[in-house]
């Protein structure tokens, strides 16, 4: 593969897409960090908020079943609140 | 670094510790999935037996700070159980 | 916290720009995702290409004296190409 | 499930021993941790025997396969060295 030849401008742009691409997914990393942080400053718990995000992605029922199947093991293992 | 020199001998030496060290820990790992295994086909619930074994590394109290706060954000959100 | 509180509020809107963030985030991973089958479509061979967009993050210096280690090493074990 | 029941106590069992296991790779990943830094300490870079480890488990044809393509490709895009 010669450089600068057909092929080796076709393998350099599908290098520099996925470079954008992947810098686009840094900056998204990133803005995400920065509303989180926002929340802390503004008083919310950080660990709590990631919780409910990844809750309101459960299906309901599935998660009204898994909760109940925690606390009956929980009950069993003595730890139940 | 001359092939077979001392240097050379002491790099290996390293290197296979690391060797062995990573298959035991890729052993440990296959374990653990078998009791997995094992406890799904005696019918428990693997995703909440993962829950319990996190349950159980976290401190009793900050558990129990952070459901009280996820109760509390789950109701302001109007999704309480 | 009452549940429509102007707090109840304020928390849902974090949630949301953070869900809005991840959905964004989901779409750009996969849109490298399509990048790479359409490289492997075009006959590229897929790992080799992360190996130059991972190369091509490194400082020159830094890589060549990585190389010339790792081939010091590998001639010390008797691995050298 | 009632606790201390015969089922309460088998699962028990179960998450004892997952217990033991995850206590168990926690340990040898730290001796990994510790001779990579007995490495260091030695005057070898870490980094590059990460790399020897890596490439030692490797199929040797396919490794050689790649990294013929890596030549290629870095050629074509005038990165060779």
């Known amino acids: ?15 520099e897409r996925i ?3 992947e810098e686009d997914k840094k900056q998204v990393s990133e803005d ?3 509303v989180y942080a926002e929340a ?3 008083g919310y718990d950080v660990k709590v908020i990631r ?3 990844s809750i ?6 599935k998660r009204r079943e898994e909760e109940e199947i925690l ?5 069993a293992l003595g730890m139940a609140e």
């Open 19 to 21: 470079e954008r691409l």
């Open 56 to 61: 309101r992605k459960q299906d309901k029922d």
């Open 1 to 15: 593969m010669e450089a600068n030849s057909a092929e080796a401008k076709h393998l350099l742009a599908f290098i």
């Open 71 to 75: 606390g009956l093991y929980l009950a």
């Open 40 to 42: 802390k400053g503004t």
């Open 51 to 53: 919780k409910v995000v």
């Open 32 to 34: 995400i960090k920065d």
